[in-house]
């Protein structure tokens, strides 16, 4: 597995992966990503070949000064040999991809088309459209924001595109997270909205138990089958209502949380489900 900082890590699937990988009888090796190297045309980890190891996992990003340069030596490796291809970690993280499952979206670097969005009319969400941890998430009441704010926005959060996004109030009720595993179910939670603008544990949020509906279930098991046909052995689905909010396939949290509220481990279950799915690629 490679890891960034462990210091700096919001949730501890370093810690409980690699636990379960073993418990399974694997034998794991965490580095961090930055080991990463070419010695003489062959891709290592330090000084161990990567064609060696049966399973790869990308746990996170690492440091972005040098990720485009560790995903392009990681994508000269088979998809199948991943967790999370190489592929799957910049074409489908973010929000871009599964648009059309979410509420009206509208996505733009453009400070006068994101106004126009959020003065239309009703309540919206700004957002970076790749952000995580639930950081620069702003809503706008009934248009009350003025175009020099969303240019203030825009710039605080990177000078690179924003997200608008119709606010929907059934997030008052909670957001159900969903972690899925070699395109199975594995277990929901729901993340109940704290003071501030939105439901992510990192910002506030509060954890509390969950289940799918059966709407809701009809939304999350294909979209976990296609997960898993695009390279992604393990991610968490968020859904408000019946409405996609996001799939994080870089590293979701939820195990530790899971475990809080459940009194259990779910990691093993995690990683019978990439076993079975590895094993039929």
């Avoid at 960034?4 to 009888?25: I, M, S």
């Avoid at 996004?165 to 969903?178: C, I, M, S």
């Amino acid at each position: 597995m490679l890891v960034g900082d462990a210091t700096k890590a919001r949730n501890d699937n370093h810690e409980r992966l690699p636990v379960a990988f073993r418990a399974a009888g694997w034998q794991v090796r965490v580095a961090d990503h930055d080991h990463l190297e070419i010695r003489a045309g062959t891709l290592c980890l330090d000084e161990t070949p990567l064609q060696s190891f049966d399973l790869i996992w990308p746990l996170g990003f690492g440091r972005l000064i040098t990720w485009l340069d560790r995903m392009q030596m990681l994508s000269s490796l088979p998809a199948r040999q991943f967790v999370v291809s190489p592929g799957a970690l910049i074409w489908l993280h973010g929000k871009h991809r599964w648009h059309s499952l979410m509420p009206e979206t509208h996505i733009s670097s453009n400070p006068r088309r994101l106004h126009e969005v959020v003065t239309s009319g009703g309540d919206w969400v700004l957002k970076p459209p790749a952000g995580s941890y639930g950081r620069d998430v702003r809503i706008v009441k009934n248009g009350a924001i003025g175009p020099e704010d969303v240019q203030a926005h825009l710039r605080a959060s990177g000078d690179g595109y924003l997200m608008a996004q119709r606010f929907l109030p059934g997030v008052a009720d909670g957001e159900q997270r969903t972690l899925v595993a070699g395109s199975r179910i594995i277990a929901t939670y729901t993340r109940l909205p704290g003071d501030g603008p939105t439901s992510n544990l990192a910002a506030g949020g509060r954890p509390a138990k969950g289940t799918l509906s059966e709407r809701q279930r009809a939304v999350v098991e294909p979209l976990a089958g296609e997960l898993a046909d695009l390279g992604v052995g393990f991610a968490a689905i968020d859904l408000v209502g019946e409405q996609l909010m996001e799939v994080n396939v870089a590293n979701p949290g939820g195990l530790g949380t899971l475990a809080e509220l459940e009194s259990g481990d779910h990691a093993a279950a995690v990683v019978t489900a990439i076993l079975r799915w590895q094993a039929g690629r």
